[in-house]
């Protein structure tokens, strides 16, 4: 033990301010201090793929490509934490985590942005994320056709399903032993965690309803797994999980990948895409250790978000692409949708200690499966929450106008305050988007604007899970209900997939129409967002676009490039150093 | 001293006692080769009458004893965890102590009478287990979703209180086999041997159950795991088998998998101990993870079992029909 925190105090540094991965080593995120070998390449020779971003998408997607044997340089503009080490327990100091650049918010419901819906750190946002791991209802697959809104995806919801259950056995998801609602799937690998108050109150008011709820497949472990523990019930997971117990994609994907010899940059901020003459892009140009660099790459994935993604593809722009790159239906940017975070709360007369344990332990889909006595379109499930202290007395400023007095009395009964809070479904509208305002950031990049209105429908759905969730908190007694009505959360869209050059940015293999080896692979790619968490149908389309890369380099379908077993050779002697 | 400091106390004592008893118990066997001088004072020895039922006794006692330690770290660590929130949560700590201490008295004692205060205790175990079990099933009724899996899994352990059911179970039996050293052993006008053999066998599958459950919930991340849901009812049909075949028989490789089974019990500890090795904290932070991780006191109760499927067959090669 002695030795150990010897070996931590000796290579303690500042992550946020100086690289970690380099110099051939990266940091060992399972042992304080410690280091992984990893595989670095050369600038000047193109990899097979450069990845911007390490979150649910180009995360996972790194892992699966550098182990089919490309060779791999993944870019994120956050720091590379140690779990164990790096996290507080502390709200404030777990901003960290959040991408807080400068950007701008407009539209008749401008969006909250740098916190649950952000990430900026290896790992992206899955290091700070709530961890629910939900499938999507097979028919929002084909929302167009088969439920008459929205648009379809080009994808079918079988292989779908099958990608879900490899992320499931990827992340060790403790969940029910049997889920309620939709087609059978295989049994979760891990069972599911113990309720806490806030979970049995949603249960109560479920089963007073007569509707069904179950526990939240959650992406934190129940059991040990290798070096990672089981979750200790810690309750903060929503700004970072100290224990690794929390299945994100820093201690998952990446080791994964660090191991099968990708390279991971961290503090690397990609800057632009670089187009050659011939049309296709040639790598990225990027910011690290305090000057633009330049990777040379035959193929570039971006994966960066809703956001940062199409700020990317649009900052990019060159005089053969005047529009930015992908563009040419001119949908990148547009079609945003973030999901409804609406939140009924209320007081029990016995103590709920709902910080206790991961925020959403327990969950309804009813609404997202059941489509009569709905006067809307799309779905919402709702969760049980556990509100940090922190952010509690924030909402209860922000919604609640409190302050002083009134404050301090509202949250003495913080250990009473229960609460049921919705993921809804928005719909795509083309007037929602992304677009570069003349602002420059602190690197010289244009910053996005962000345009918000809700639809008509979106109201509804939003009134509808209000007064269900209302009705919810009646049926466990509880008292002082009040409603937060102006929450989001996750984000999506802005480089919509589909069968159309047309009508979409990238096809189902995430392939962007207009430039063969330029890729997007993370959230944007989403025509619709259902009511569900959407990290997993992030990472199960990352692990389909690389069985698809695959495939395509086997028939020689890539642009440049294939696999290469001498650089599978390479990786492995980098593990046995 | 504040009451949660008594309730350390409390749980620390039985940890320990189980221990110590345990090990006492088990080092009792020797007693079978060399008695120790200081019962040259246990009156009315007479080991000519029958000495083959005493032994059986003896080593009923034995295995009833090893239940009823297992059972007093398993219940003190547990309800210690759960607060003692209901009063009658000390229940369990009282009589597996008492059973122990029985089980003592009985393991070193020589004369082939029952005893009373023995047969009493033994009772009074045995109706724990059962009050236990309802209270237990009461538990898990009672919460939001009723015999759910995510009940079974984290309200009260609806076997748990079985193993001392177990314990009172085997003693009485014990008693019952001492008395009969005139007459053929018998239990209930069944033949003894066979009675407890049967019995084992019920409860080693109870115990593979209890095992199967909280090891599901585990979902057998160990592959070591899947031991004490495999050996055990082989050993149950094993013993089955000997209560339902006719006298003559050795059962040679039932005595065999009996021992398997007593070193698996044993071993599981270690597992166990490498389980809570494995929470956030490992060793180091013990006052939570015993708490957190797998109960360490629980895999003895395989070979508390195993022991008393030993006894039972060990009295049958001496009384062919029993």
């Known amino acids: 033990m002695m030795q150990l925190h010897a070996g931590a105090t000796a290579v303690s540094d500042d992550p946020l301010h100086a690289p970690r991965a380099c110099d051939g080593r990266a940091p060992d995120v399972f042992r304080p201090g410690g280091w992984v070998p990893m595989r670095q390449y050369r600038e000047s ?47 404030s100091e777990q901003t960290k985590l959040y991408w807080t650049d400068d950007r701008i918010v407009d539209g008749d419901n401008p969006l909250q942005l740098g916190s649950n819906n952000s990430g900026k750190a290896v790992g992206g946002s899955t290091v700070h994320f709530a961890m629910v791991s939900l499938r999507f209802r097979p028919e929002w697959f084909k929302s167009r056709s088969m439920l008459g809104y929205g648009a379809d995806w080009p994808l079918d919801w079988h292989e779908m399903w099958s990608y879900y259950a490899e992320i499931e056995q990827a992340l060790k998801i403790a969940g029910p032993v049997t889920y309620p609602w939709g087609p059978p799937r295989p049994r979760y690998p891990y069972r599911a965690h113990p309720l806490n108050g806030a979970a049995r109150a949603l249960a109560k008011g479920c089963e007073a309803l007569g509707i069904k709820w179950t526990e939240t497949p ?45 390279e991971i940059r961290d503090l690397a901020m990609v800057g632009r895409v670089e187009v050659e003459s011939s049309g296709l892009v040639s ?61 009924v709360w209320g007081r029990l007369e016995q103590e709920v200690r709902s910080y206790k344990g991961p925020p959403s332990l327990a969950i309804t889909e009813h609404w997202n499966y059941e489509d009569r006595g709905k006067d809307f379109f799309g779905g919402y499930s709702y969760m049980s929450q556990g509100p940090l202290p922190q952010l509690w007395a924030n909402t209860l400023f922000n919604a609640r106008g409190l302050w002083g007095n009134s404050l301090v009395e509202a949250m003495k009964d913080y250990n009473h305050v229960v609460g049921l809070k919705i993921v809804g479904e928005m719909l795509p509208q083309e007037s929602n988007r992304v677009t570069l305002s003349e602002e420059v950031d602190q690197y010289g990049l244009r910053i996005p604007r ?19 969730m209302r009705r919810a908190l009646e049926a466990v007694n509880a008292t002082d209900i009040w409603i937060q009505d102006d929450d989001t959360c996750h984000l999506n869209g802005t480089a919509r997939m589909g069968s159309d050059a047309r009508s979409s940015v990238v096809d189902a293999d995430c392939r962007s129409w207009d430039i063969p080896n330029l890729w997007i692979c993370d959230g944007s790619v989403f025509p619709t967002v259902g009511g569900a968490n959407p990290s997993l149908t992030i990472q199960a389309i990352a692990c389909r676009t690389a069985d698809r890369i695959r495939a395509l380099a086997r028939r020689g379908e890539l642009e440049a490039g294939s696999a290469r077993p001498s650089i599978h050779r390479c990786s492995i002697e980098v593990q046995r150093l | 001293m504040n009451r949660p400091a008594e309730r350390d106390l409390i749980a620390m004592a039985g940890i320990a006692a189980s221990g110590l008893a345990l090990a006492s118990l088990l080092s009792s066997s020797s007693a079978r080769v060399r008695p120790p001088r200081w019962r040259l004072a246990a009156p009315g020895r007479n080991r000519s009458s029958n000495p083959e039922t005493v032994k059986a006794a003896r ?22 965890r ?99 050293h005139r007459t053929r052993p018998r239990i209930f006008r069944l033949p003894a041997g066979r009675a407890i053999a049967a019995v084992t066998g019920a409860g080693l599958l109870g115990t593979t159950g209890e ?5 599901f919930r585990g979902a057998y991340h160990n592959p070591f795991m899947l031991l004490p849901v495999t050996l055990p009812p082989i050993g149950a049909a094993l013993l089955m088998s000997a209560a339902g075949g006719g006298p003559g028989r050795t059962h040679r490789f039932t005595r065999w998998w009996m021992r398997l089974l007593t070193g698996m019990g044993f071993a599981g500890v270690g597992f166990h101990a490498y389980g809570v090795s494995r929470n956030m904290g490992g060793w180091r932070n013990w006052s939570q993870n015993i708490l957190n991780g797998p109960p360490l006191p629980a895999p003895p109760s ?21």
């Not at chain 1, 960066?304 to 990148?332: D, H, K, Q, W």
């Not at chain 1, 962000?450 to 269900?468: E, G, M, Q, V």
């Not at chain 2, 395989?302 to 029993?322: E, I, N, T």
């Open chain 1, 45 to 91: 020779e193109p990899v097979d793929f450069a990845i911007v971003g390490t979150g649910a998408g180009g995360g996972t997607l790194a892992c699966k490509l550098a182990e089919y044997g490309f060779s791999v340089v993944a870019f994120d503009a956050g720091p590379y934490f140690r779990p164990l080490e790096d996290f507080a327990s502390d709200e």
């Open chain 1, 218 to 262: 959650l992406a934190t472990l129940s059991a040990p797994r290798g070096l990672a523990r089981p979750c200790v019930y810690r309750g903060f997971c929503v700004t970072g999980c100290s224990t690794n117990a929390k299945q994100s994609a820093l201690v998952t994907w990446i080791p994964r990948a660090i191991a099968a010899g990708a």
């Open chain 1, 283 to 343: 790598g990225v140009h990027y910011h690290r250790d305090g000057r633009w660099r330049f990777q040379r790459a035959r193929n570039v994935v971006v994966a960066g978000y809703a956001i940062e993604t199409p700020r990317l593809l649009l900052n990019s722009a060159t005089a053969r692409f005047p529009n930015g790159l992908a563009n040419s239906s001119g949908l990148v940017g547009k079609n945003l949708m973030t999901q409804s975070n609406q939140a």
């Open chain 1, 450 to 468: 962000i345009t918000y209105s809700w639809c008509d429908n979106d109201k509804r759905l939003i009134d509808h899970s209000l007064k269900f």
């Open chain 2, 211 to 215: 095992a199967g459950l909280l090891h």
């Open chain 2, 82 to 180: 759960g607060s003692f929130k209901n009063k009658a949560m000390y229940t369990p700590l009282l009589v597996s102590a008492l059973t122990l201490a029985t089980s003592l008295h009985g393991t070193a004692d020589m004369r082939p009478l029952a005893h009373k205060a023995r047969d009493a205790t033994y009772l009074l175990a045995a109706a724990t287990g059962l009050v236990g079990s309802g209270f237990h099933l009461y538990n898990v009724g009672k919460r939001v979703g009723g015999f759910s899996w995510q009940n079974v899994f984290y309200g009260a352990p609806i076997g748990a209180p079985m193993a001392i059911l177990l314990s009172g179970l085997l003693g009485f039996c014990s008693e019952r086999v001492r008395e009969a």
């Open chain 2, 59 to 80: 080593r009923l006692n034995r295995a009833a004893g090893t239940l009823a330690a297992s059972v007093l770290a398993d219940s003190s660590v547990e309800h210690y």
């Open chain 2, 302 to 322: 395989f070979a508390g079992l195993a022991l008393a499927g030993l006894a039972a067959l060990g009295l049958m090669k001496a009384h062919p029909d029993a």
